[in-house]
């Protein structure tokens, strides 16, 4: 008897997915609902289980294959598992029924078998000169030469104030310093020596050739193909504005020991964000708007996406009815939705229905740019690093922390006006949070 084991409903539009790779071989047993094989699909990955315990005894497609919903992926045998558990069933039934058949024709015990018991020696015995056996004497345990250098190796390395400070200065890697000095110690002499070395070979270069071809996952071509058509569809144009973060710096320092030990989680940046995104979203509601053929659907409700960059690449998960998230509710979302993007467990629901994008490069330390539309939202604002900055603060220069914000959006629906006063609105209720409190 045999399972089929079935692509299943990818979600919404997706009709295809490729073989990520199997979790189990031929031959291995599986027991049911446990993963056996993961699909990457154009917007997440994900585990299909097995549909009955038994064994695998089929794959019909390899890794990097691409499958339809509905298509055989491979069959589960339960067949040789039964076997072998009745095998090991009638086993034990035969041992029983031979036991019983002695234990009725043994009823007589014989009391002049004794078992004898065990000698354990505890020390080996060796045979002496007089024939006669004595316990042997243990030997002490020599360390050999190999053992002592393996010692020394694993002990912390020992550097001198002068090292530690080219070390530091220079961002030399230690691996790569043979010491000269007593027990294998490293010299300043070691580091001038090796900064005059010639550089050592591309270990990459070495290991892979010249080029590398590598296949695009699945997620990497529907970000490349999003993207594109972004440009090509819409009359994308970015705005810019500045944020002096002081107010949200001094409120997050003021409340966040009080806001962690009630809400379990640190207030971040994000919540101010989606906050003052949202009052600017209301006021300006073709920013949250998208065209479908001749017609402009507004939105009515604030699903605001954010990008996270994971090792496979960018996602959008989405945070629902924003608008009616507190601060805390928030942050706790972003960090679930973030922790599931990482670990490659999003599902279609996570990155679907979002109508407003913001995305964060100042995490990895971008100063400026113009954040590209996620289709079909119209709009989408890049968040930078925070630098301290000279500004004009009433007629005085003053050194205040500065982020410097980007707007993009399809130009088809909005107009500058539009796009320039909702920047505007996120500024002003970033610069005074109070603002987000007393919804003006």
């Known amino acids: 008897m ?24 031929i031959g291995e047993t599986v027991e049911a609902d446990e993963a056996i094989v993961e699909l990457e ?73 004794e078992k004898k018991p065990q000698t354990k020696l505890e020390e080996p015995l060796v045979l ?17 030469e190999e053992v002592k250098t393996e010692e020394i190796s694993q002990q912390p390395i020992v550097l001198s104030p002068a090292v530690r400070k080219m070390v530091a200065e220079k961002k030399i890697n230690l691996d790569n310093v043979k010491g000269t000095g007593k027990a294998g110690r490293i010299l300043k002499g070691d580091l001038i020596s090796m900064m005059g070395a010639n550089p050592q ?9 010249e080029e590398e071809r590598i296949k695009m996952t699945r997620l990497r071509q529907t970000i490349a193909k999003r993207l594109k058509q972004a440009q090509e569809n819409a009359a994308m144009l970015t705005t810019f504005n500045e944020v002096d973060m002081s107010g949200i710096m001094a409120m997050r320092k003021d409340n ?18 989606v906050k003052a995104c949202v009052v600017g979203l209301k006021l300006f509601p073709a920013i949250n708007a998208e065209i479908e053929d001749q017609d402009i659907i507004y939105k009515n409700y604030y699903n605001i996406s954010f990008a996270v960059g994971t090792e496979k690449g960018l996602v959008v998960p989405v945070l629902r009815n924003a608008d009616e998230m507190s601060f805390a509710e928030i942050e706790k979302e972003i960090k679930k939705l973030s922790e599931k993007a990482n670990e490659g467990s999003l599902t279609i629901e996570d990155l679907q229905g979002g109508t407003f994008t913001i995305s964060n490069g100042g995490v990895y330390g971008s100063m400026l740019s113009t954040p590209i539309l996620n289709p079909p939202q119209s709009g989408v604002l890049g968040m930078h690093n925070i630098v301290d900055r000279p500004v004009n ?12 914000l980007a707007l993009s959006y399809d130009h088809r629906i909005i107009d500058g006006k539009e796009s320039v006063s909702f920047l505007k609105t996120v500024k002003e209720n970033l610069e005074d949070p109070r603002r987000l409190f007393l919804n003006i």
Do not use: H
């Not at 005894?57 to 076997?83: M, N, P, Q, R």
């Not at 270990?203 to 892979?208: G, N, T």
């Not at 966040?256 to 207030?267: C, M, N, T």
């Open 128 to 144: 002496t000169e007089d024939n006669s056996m004595e316990p042997k004497e243990e030997q002490p345990l020599l360390l050999t």
């Open 201 to 209: 070979p591309n270990q990459r270069r070495i290991k892979y050739g």
């Open 41 to 113: 699909t154009d917007k997440v990955n994900l585990e299909v289980p097995s549909p009955i315990s038994g064994t695998l005894s089929e794959i019909s497609f390899k890794d990097g294959d691409t499958v339809e919903v509905g298509a055989i992926l491979g069959s589960i045998s339960k067949e040789e598992l039964e076997i072998e558990k009745l095998t090991e069933t009638n086993k034990q039934l035969e041992n029983n029924e031979e036991k019983e058949v002695i234990d009725q024709k043994s009823n007589i015990i014989n009391l002049d078998i």
């Open 393 to 404: 603060d009433n007629g005085e220069i003053k050194v205040k922390p500065i982020m410097y």
């Open 2 to 25: 045999s399972e089929k084991i079935l692509v299943p409903t990818l979600g919404e539009s997706i009709t295809e997915a490729t073989v990520s790779k199997w979790l189990k071989k």
């Open 256 to 273: 966040q020991e009080d806001f962690k030990s009630r809400y379990g989680i640190k207030l971040g940046l994000m919540s101010f964000f």
